[in-house]
């Protein structure tokens, strides 16, 4: 019987990744943010996940404008990272879980989502640097990979509650899959900030306050947000959120908090790191 041991959430900004290369985690700009990862790397070293099943969405590396899909599931055998044109180096190559893949797509299915199915994919700075992050220096990786891809760029949006069920089929999938495997849910992205427009720069500590305070045993309270609000709450990038929703709901009915860290700025970005355990 598979086990979902728990679930990390953490912002992907690409800079993290050049500060890892440049060895900067203990500098004055970074530490506030790095500080964050030792207690995540502990619970993981004690909880063995062998699988990850990570929300996130892709930055234009292997979907563009031209094909966006809402909702995009990978039944890959393996997953590769590319030059995104930010400098950084190349990540490690993820290995797939493709029966595990293809259990998910066929419990959306049943529930009524209609994901696009990649058996061929690759992954941005949303899935590496998280994985870089929690697995510091690691190669090969040590688990392997689902990537479930939601569309945060390009709007329509899906709705938070949308992305909510989306990820509650997800824990149903995971539930029923027949395999010994160790699971840890991951989201990625967020929290608030915007890239572009009139407002690039903008962050909101108080509603990622609130994100922060609810994700854990009220989910309901954020996707009473429509999507415009989201946007203007969260900023246009910081809809990412809707990848910590849906994987909140993967990880099940009630969970609680075990750590939480939140710096801002990283980048553009307002940084934020927590890990939840099933209750
Ligand atoms: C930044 C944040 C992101 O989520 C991203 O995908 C790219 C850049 C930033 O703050 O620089
Ligand atoms: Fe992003």
Not at 38 to 48: I, S
Not at 118 to 123: E, H, I, N, T, W
Not at 164 to 181: D, I, M, P, Q, Y
């Amino acid at each position: 019987m598979a086990q979902i041991v728990g679930a990390y959430f953490t912002s992907h900004v690409p800079a993290i990744g050049g500060a890892i290369h440049r060895g900067d985690e203990q500098t004055p700009y970074w530490k506030p943010f790095f500080d964050g990862f030792p207690p995540v790397q502990e619970w993981l070293g004690k909880v063995k996940p062998d699988v990850a099943v990570v929300f996130s969405n892709d930055h234009g590396l292997n979907f563009f404008l031209d094909s966006m899909p809402t909702f995009a599931v990978g039944a890959a055998p393996h997953y590769h990272n590319a030059d995104e044109g930010w400098g950084l180096p190349l990540y490690p190559s993820f290995v797939g879980h493709p029966e595990l893949s293809w259990h998910i797509i066929e419990t959306l299915l049943e529930e009524e989502f209609d994901p696009v199915t990649c058996q061929q994919m690759l992954v941005d700075h949303a899935v590496s640097i998280p994985f870089a992050l929690a697995y510091p220096k690691c190669e090969p990786w040590p688990l392997k990979l689902v990537p479930i891809g939601i569309n945060t760029v390009q709007h329509p949006l899906p709705s938070a509650k949308r992305c909510l069920a989306l990820g509650r089929a997800v824990h149903k999938a995971l539930a029923s899959w027949a395999g010994n495997e160790r699971i840890v849910v991951v989201g990625t992205g967020g929290l608030s900030h915007q890239l572009d427009g009139e407002r690039a720069g903008f962050m909101n500590p108080d509603y990622d306050r609130f994100v922060l305070d609810h994700l854990v045993n009220d989910p309901e309270a954020i996707i009473k947000d429509s999507i415009h609000e989201i946007v203007r709450l969260a900023g246009t990038q910081g809809v990412e959120v809707l990848n910590w929703i849906a994987a909140r709901g993967a990880l099940g009915p009630s969970a609680n908090e075990i750590h939480r860290n939140y710096h801002v700025p990283i980048s553009n970005t307002a940084a934020a790191t927590v890990v939840y355990e099933p209750a």
